[in-house]
């Protein structure tokens, strides 16, 4: 049940979007409960806008899942945090979901997250765990894990994502699915809940390249409503996803290739690219000095845009507020106290400190400086190249609560995807083959691609020719 393939069922009448729609009510019913990707979803609604569906649109009919920070109007929208989950209903649609309905798509399904997009996992939902449906003592990855679970799993046909570090890739490689994320400024972000906005992206999960670039094609393009997106014309991603990698130079850094990749990683993604180099890739060693910067330079400025961000959860205006508190500040303490889980308490807390008097330059100013550094470095590289190769991953999908009590360990396994965001350049994961690990078998590996600014149409067409 590809996205593609629906399509063309559907106009072909061979099925019918309610069909779809109670075809995942009834795998949702029977499989989710172990996966736990999903938070809620409401059929009656769905099956509705199902009735009203207008099959000559690009995704008419089709039902996608939503991670739960993307504001749906009338449906909650949690973050997997507490402090939204006992009574908060969207007021409005965000811009991809105006854009996903103005192309016949049809929203369906909240999708567990880590809480407010802050983890590698899905473990910091305070809400549930979400499980890897190719062995259920594993992590999906996250923070977007409950899409990629959902997808996996094929409860869902294709899913919605953020992407703040790697929350579409990673997740979308540890689970054996495609995850893309672009260019920021590419998709607009308004009405996705903010938690660093500098580096904040949404993106598709879904079977296929195909699947990607017909979701991307519907959600990208300008908003008036946000400041940060390019009005520039969107290319037709179709068009290019066939046109082969013959003559391309593809860029495999050496800072992306050293210690600490399981071996089983490695022999996977160099086999992709090997498959690539024999289609008529010219494969290119390249560096990306910066690289060993990456991991501060993004746990400076993401926690401190998330400190700034958050502080509108105050316990006032909407979401959790404490009962009986003594005073205005006792109410502000308390209500963010019950609220926050703890990863949420520790990036507010060291973001608030890099912001604070005295420490500033330091650590903000000195991490802004850098990650101007790590952007020449992919400027310089695709002077060179036309895309850039690496794991998504240094491991594949590791045991739930290995890391439970050392949160440097999961930052430090962020460290292929985060530059992508530090440097506002498109990435996309896509399936390479399995491996064993740590006890477990066949478990997905993925392939990145890296490209310039604004490039996905070139990504596509080399994900394509990885996926055939």
């Known amino acids: 049940m590809t996205l593609a393939s629906l399509r063309r069922q559907l106009l072909a009448g061979d099925t019918t979007s309610a069909a779809i729609l109670h075809h995942l009510a009834g795998e949702i019913a029977a499989r989710d409960s172990l996966t736990g990707a999903y938070l809620s979803y ?40 507490k402090i939204l989950a ?10 991809v979901i105006r854009k996903l309905r103005a192309a016949g798509a049809i929203p369906f399904g909240r999708m567990n997250q880590d809480e407010f ?63 893309l994320k672009p260019s920021y400024g590419r998709v607009s972000r308004y009405g996705l809940v903010a938690f660093a906005s500098s580096l904040d992206q949404i993106g598709p ?42 003559g391309l130079k593809l860029g495999v850094p050496k800072e992306y290739f050293g210690e600490g990749i399981d071996p089983g990683v490695r022999n996977n993604v160099e086999a992709a690219i090997q498959k690539l180099a024999a289609q008529g890739a010219e494969i290119v060693g390249i560096s990306l000095p910066h690289t060993a910067h990456a991991v501060a330079t993004y746990y400076v400025i993401a926690p401190a845009e998330a400190s700034s961000n958050l502080s509108r959860f105050d316990g006032i205006r909407y979401g959790h507020r404490t009962a009986n508190p003594a005073d205005i500040l006792n109410l502000y303490k308390k209500s963010r ?39 020449r470095d992919f400027e310089a590289a695709f002077h060179q ?59 997905p590996v993925g392939l990145q691609i890296l490209g310039p600014h604004l490039g996905e149409a070139k990504l596509l067409q080399i994900a394509q020719a990885v996926e055939v």
Request: hydrophobic share 35%; net charge negative; with cysteine.
């Open 117 to 179: 997009a802050m983890g590698s996992a899905t473990e910091n939902s305070a809400l549930q765990t979400t499980r890897n449906p190719h062995d259920p003592d594993r992590i999906p990855g996250g923070s977007s894990g409950g899409s990629a679970a959902a997808v996996a799993d094929r409860t869902a046909i294709a899913a919605l994502g953020s992407d703040t570090g790697g929350s579409v890739r990673q997740p979308a490689s540890h689970c054996g699915v495609v995850g």
């Open 205 to 246: 999960l879904t079977q296929t390249v195909e699947d990607a670039a017909l979701v991307l094609q519907a959600i990208a393009g300008f908003d008036p409503l946000d400041s940060t997106c390019l009005d520039v014309p969107v290319p037709d991603y179709l068009t290019c996803l066939h046109a082969g990698v013959h």
């Open 337 to 375: 106290d019950e609220g926050f889980g703890p990863e949420v308490k520790r990036r507010i807390i060291l973001g608030t400190y890099v912001l604070s008097s005295g420490y500033y330059d330091a650590y903000y100013g000195r991490a802004q400086k850098v990650r101007t550094l790590i952007r």
């Open 42 to 81: 409401d059929l009656e609604a769905a099956l509705a806008e199902a009735a009203q569906a207008d099959l000559s649109l690009p995704l008419g009919g089709i039902p996608i899942a939503i991670k739960d920070n993307m504001n749906v109007r009338g449906q909650p929208c949690t973050c997997g945090s």
């Open 86 to 95: 006992e009574n908060y209903r969207s007021p409005y649609d965000a811009t």
């Open 385 to 443: 190249v036309d895309a850039i190769l690496s794991p998504v991953a240094p491991t594949p999908a590791r045991k739930i609560g290995t890391f439970a009590n050392d949160p440097l360990h999961e930052y430090l396994s962020d460290i292929f995807t985060l530059s992508a965001n530090l440097a506002g350049i498109p990435g996309i994961a896509v399936p390479c083959g399995t491996t064993d690990f740590d006890g477990g078998t066949n478990l």
